[in-house]
T-cell receptor, first 118, second 113 residues
Framework: DAGITQSPRHKVTETGTPVTLRCHQT?????MYWYRQDPGHGLRLIHY???????DKGEVSDGYSVSRSKTEDFLLTLESATSSQTSVYFC?????????????????FGPGTRLTVL | KNQVEQSPQSLIILEGKNCTLQ??????????LRWYKQDTGRGPVSLTI?????NTKSNGRYTATLDADTKQSSLHITASQLSDSASYIC????????????FGAGTTVTVRA
């Protein structure tokens, strides 16, 4: 899983509680991403970061916030968990290619966190 | 509507047989197309990446093709093995936004002995 760890790997929580998922990388890559994966859907981008303290929203950002205080850590927080946020969450990382035909290298994914909101 | 559509949704093949997965996309302007393999309970792993100027690329028994004119790609698996059982995901990036990707829902391949 390319030097990417996610914690916890599994979590069950109740509606209305805050939840924080952690992504940690040892590759020193600039870009980090949070996705969710649901049956019948492709991976959908929640938030991404292009540097320390630099973050931006993805297509499904409502109800989620992120923080990146260090290059290696990217935190995803569900401010008040809802049942619709039951999903598998993946963190990914990528790096800028110097002189390549495209801007960033392949995204490398972590092992995922399975979150159940009751 | 998803900009990346994959077919079939799932398929079952016998060990040793070949199969082909399809990907149609509407992402524009196109930058590159990637195929990922996702084993059950794991994160996706990159198999191939192709830019608009490439129309075929191989990675072992996996061969991807790209027709940028018709906006279609295929992934061919040759001499399938039990370890090929996985979900295969087509991913397209738009020119200028390589870090924002459009993902297909995936094709689940089951290889049976």
């Amino acid at each position: 899983d390319a030097g990417i760890t996610q914690s916890p790997r599994h979590k069950v929580t109740e509606t209305g509680t805050p939840v924080t998922l952690r992504c940690h990388q040892t590759e020193n890559h600039r870009y980090m991403y949070w996705y969710r994966q649901d049956p019948g859907h492709g991976l959908r981008l929640i938030h991404y970061s292009y540097g320390v303290k630099d973050t931006d929203k993805g297509e499904v950002s409502d109800g989620y916030s992120v923080s990146r205080s260090k290059t290696e850590d990217f935190l995803l927080t569900l401010e008040s968990a809802t049942s619709s946020q039951t999903s598998v969450y993946f963190c990914a990382i990528s790096e800028i290619l110097a002189g390549g035909p495209f801007e960033t290298d392949t995204q490398y994914f972590g092992p995922g966190t399975r979150l159940t909101v009751l | 509507k998803n900009q990346v559509e994959q077919s079939p949704q799932s398929l079952i093949i016998l060990e040793g047989k070949n199969c082909t997965l399809q990907c149609n996309y509407t992402v524009s302007p196109f930058s590159n197309l990637r195929w990922y393999k996702q084993d059950t309970g794991r994160g996706p792993v990159s198999l191939t990446i192709m830019t608009f100027s490439e129309n075929t690329k191989s990675n072992g028994r996996y061969t991807a093709t790209l027709d940028a004119d018709t906006k279609q790609s295929s992934l061919h698996i040759t001499a399938s093995q039990l370890s090929d059982s996985a979900s295969y995901i087509c991913v397209v990036s738009a020119d200028g936004n390589d870090y924002k990707l459009s993902f297909g829902a995936g094709t689940t391949v089951t290889v049976r002995a």
